[in-house]
Nanobody
Framework: QVQLVESGGGLVQAGGSLRLSCKASGRPFSRDYIGWFRQAPGKEREFVAGIRWIESTTYYIPPVKGRFTISRDNAKNTAYLQMNDLKPEDTAVYYC????????????????WGQGTQVTVSS
């Protein structure tokens, strides 16, 4: 069983930065795919970025490409989402999720979820 714990959310002004962390326990990530999702009030959960653990290949949705960077630290069994040049439309609860297969942007394809961390960007 895998447990995921996010941290690093907060309130920031537009143009600012935050780094979210997703620490896993229960077993080491090896061939997992890690996705970061976000959900704003009244909206569906949205895939934001993903990384294939074993080879660190990454994927971003167009609205965050060039501003967000997903990475992982194998020794710490932790994934990160560095968010720069934040915009008010980035305001949401951010979740990390893991699945044992490859890339997917569908939330239903993920087996494990963290509790979420709130990111609020003021204008």
């Amino acid at each position: 069983q895998v447990q995921l714990v996010e941290s690093g959310g907060g309130l920031v002004q537009a143009g600012g930065s935050l780094r979210l962390s997703c620490k896993a326990s229960g077993r080491p990530f090896s061939r997992d795919y890690i996705g970061w999702f976000r959900q704003a009030p009244g909206k569906e959960r949205e895939f934001v970025a993903g990384i294939r653990w074993i080879e660190s290949t990454t994927y971003y949705i167009p609205p965050v490409k060039g501003r967000f960077t997903i990475s992982r630290d194998n020794a710490k069994n932790t994934a990160y989402l560095q968010m720069n040049d934040l915009k008010p439309e980035d305001t949401a609860v951010y979740y990390c999720a893991a699945r044992s297969k490859g890339y997917s942007s569908r939330a239903n394809d993920y087996d494990y979820w963290g509790q979420g961390t709130q990111v609020t960007v003021s204008s």
